[in-house]
């Protein structure tokens, strides 16, 4: 029977109706600018790829790989390398994910092991969550006026007492690594926090009740038993917090100090490959320009491998702990 | 670890003693920890207390003494008193307004696609792969994207190539909460329009797209949010501009680079200002922040 035969038995009096051409037109042009819609991701991503590499073919094809390794930033000579800038990049990071690894983390333990009372928590959590809707720009400015005055008192004192570290030679004048990497953490932790709270909270409570029906105290749970099993989802986060911090541009621009040098100490002015850029860009003549495309076509590297990374551990981490 | 002690007159009374001392041996190493664990948690609250501190004493007395001149001047030059900045805010919302009117048709649609139309087929699991890499996409980044691709093209820096920049960096946003909101809607919901003969897209527009709206309004808010914010995109695209904004094909003023303008100036004014105008952004994204959260509240 075929379908109009259907619509023919039911009746005059029915209600019913078989979709009409226009309702199977709208469907059809709905669905393919659905599929449209996903394949511009797809496309997006690959275009940013071709039109960053494209803008700094010049510079790849005129510098090749020294450019990598070169330690000077000499616009008068055209002589660009961006050494100092990855050294800066990974340093700060690095610090900004031990500082704002270690207090995020331990965040998420004191929200989701049961610290604190329901009340108190729910206004906890929402502190930590606002500190990342505070823009970047707003940090730095807060940067410059409050966290280098404070440190800088302790900075100086560091250097004048234990000096003979290499991570304290050099005092600190105003700009430097520290304050930079301090307000890069507080940045990072929102991330940290949050996706290791998420991990946290996935493990099924038996397991929980398990580890106490043991015997443990708290803390022996924590360590032996919560932490170990959400390793994956917290991984995730360090890494994922990484990756944030790789990109960040304002704050580190407005704190790093943008001097073109490697160098151990936590004092000593610095510069990351995106400050670089947002610092260089507004003054860059063409060829600059090219070598500045050259180095955000580093940080893309970077900061792609990093977060490609973090997502297939947390979609591997949540596909397990299910 | 402490090594386990046969509890204290096990053996006088022959019943062991099962109430510990708060301060012995592992009690005593969890009630440190846990003190330890708190202070670190109330150190982490510490940076939000201090900026919003400094926001409301440094920039409240500016804008709440003087709003009228704050919302109407131009940003004052080198020696010049007085001032506002006018021409940012508006030049934000516009390139907000223009990034926001591009991500979120895309990105519903999108988002259709990765939770009705396809969930689990090879374009929408490398879509979504793709979409979650770009939330932490640096947003430098998508500034020097735009700069190759409109900036260049069309010869100027502009308010649509900051919107353009903007638009990529909520993308993701929208995308993957408005995929997990429409993911919420009940499957028996679908199934009883598919039911009464909804084509697929009857179905989406009737019934997916209506019930998972808050949590579609969430994820724009928040991607509002964070692109009212967002700065070095605009370093590479809009620039800044000092006068007020005649057209959407012109360097154009934003609050967060006027804010990294006036922050290493020499100039008392200016640096007033900027505390001001990252008064007025931080208000801007709290209320886009908590408008996400209104929204979100609403559980069905």
Redesign the interface.
């Known amino acids: 029977m075929s379908r109009n035969a259907v619509f023919q038995a039911l009746g005059s009096e029915s209600v019913s109706r078989p979709p009409s051409k226009f309702d199977y037109a709208a469907d059809r042009t709905f669905r393919s600018l659905a599929i449209g819609c996903a394949v511009l991701i797809i496309a997006l991503v690959a275009y940013i790829l071709w039109e960053i590499g494209g803008a700094a073919w010049p510079a790849i094809s005129s510098y090749g790989l020294d450019f990598l390794v070169g330690t000077d930033w000499n616009v008068s000579e055209q002589e660009f390398g961006i050494l100092p800038q990855i050294w800066g990049t990974l340093y700060s990071s690095l610090l900004a994910l031990l500082i704002g690894g270690f207090f995020g983390i331990t965040v998420a333990i004191v929200l989701t092991q049961h610290f604190l009372p329901p009340r108190i928590a729910i206004v906890f959590r929402t502190i930590v969550e606002m500190l990342a809707a505070i823009p970047s720009v707003v940090y730095g400015l807060w940067g410059i006026y409050v966290v280098i005055p404070a440190i800088r008192p302790v900075a100086n004192w560091l250097h004048e007492a234990l000096g003979f570290i290499p991570f304290f030679s050099t005092s600190l004048a105003g700009p430097g690594l520290m304050p930079a990497v301090i307000v890069l953490s507080i940045m990072i932790l929102p991330t940290v926090a949050a996706i290791s709270q998420d991990a946290l909270q996935s493990i099924p409570f038996k397991t929980r009740e398990a580890a106490f029906g043991m015997g443990t105290t708290r803390w022996e749970a924590i360590f032996r038993v919560m932490i170990p099993t959400a390793s994956g989802g917290i991984f995730g986060a360090l890494v994922l917090g990484f990756g944030r911090a790789l990109g960040e541009t304002m704050a580190l621009a407005m704190l790093i100090g943008n001097a073109n040098q490697i160098s151990l100490s936590l004092f000593a002015p610095a510069n990351t490959l995106a400050s670089l850029m947002a610092s260089n860009w507004p003054e860059a003549g063409a060829i600059e320009q090219n070598a500045l495309m050259y180095a955000a076509l580093a940080l893309l590297a970077i900061t792609f491998v990093v977060n490609v990374f973090g997502t297939w551990i947390m979609s591997y981490a949540t596909r397990h702990t299910r | 670890?402490a090594a386990i002690t046969p509890p204290r007159g096990a053996s006088l009374a022959g019943i062991p003693q099962l109430r510990a001392s708060r301060f012995e041996g592992?009690?005593l190493?969890?009630l440190i920890?846990?003190i330890v664990?708190?202070i670190?948690?109330g150190?982490?609250?510490i940076?939000?207390i201090?900026?919003l501190y400094?926001?409301l004493s440094?920039g409240g007395v500016r804008l709440f003494g003087n709003v009228v001149a704050i919302f109407t001047e131009l940003p004052p030059a080198g020696f010049e008193m007085g001032g506002g900045f006018g021409n940012a805010i508006i030049g934000t919302c516009v390139m907000v307004g223009i990034a926001a009117l591009i991500s979120v048709p895309?990105?519903i649609?999108?988002a259709?696609?990765?939770a009705i139309?396809?969930p689990a087929n090879r374009?929408?699991t490398?879509?979504r792969?793709?979409?979650?890499?770009?939330t932490?996409?640096?947003?430098?980044?998508a500034g020097?994207?735009a700069y190759?691709?409109v900036v260049l093209w069309m010869g100027t820096y502009s308010a649509i190539a900051g919107g353009i920049a903007l638009s990529?960096l909520m993308?993701p946003t929208v995308?993957l909460t408005a995929e997990e909101a429409m993911k919420m809607v009940p499957q028996r919901m679908k199934d009883a329009a598919f039911g009464m003969?909804c084509?697929?897209?009857?179905v989406?527009?009737s019934v997916v797209l209506p019930t998972g709206l808050p949590g579609i309004l969430t994820g724009v808010m928040l991607a509002v949010?964070g692109a009212?914010?967002?700065?070095?995109p605009l370093?590479?695209t809009a620039?800044f501009s000092n006068y007020w904004m005649s057209s959407l094909s012109e360097p154009t003023a934003s609050l967060?680079i006027l804010?990294?303008n006036f922050?290493?100036m020499p100039f008392e004014n200016q640096?007033e200002l900027?505390?001001t105008a990252?008064l007025v952004?931080?208000l801007i994204?709290?209320v886009f922040?908590i408008l996400s959260r209104i929204f979100g509240r609403q559980k069905y």
């Open positions: 670890m592992r009690n190493k969890n920890y846990t664990a708190l670190v948690a150190i982490a609250a940076p939000l201090s900026v400094m926001l440094e895309v990105g649609l999108c259709t696609y990765l139309l396809g374009l929408a490398v879509s792969f793709l979409a979650k890499v770009l932490g996409f640096p947003s430098i980044l020097v994207f190759a691709v990529v993308l995308i003969g084509t697929r897209s009857q989406i527009w949010a009212a914010g967002e700065s070095a370093l590479f620039l967060s804010i990294y922050s290493g640096i900027a505390w990252s952004l931080v994204v709290l922040n």
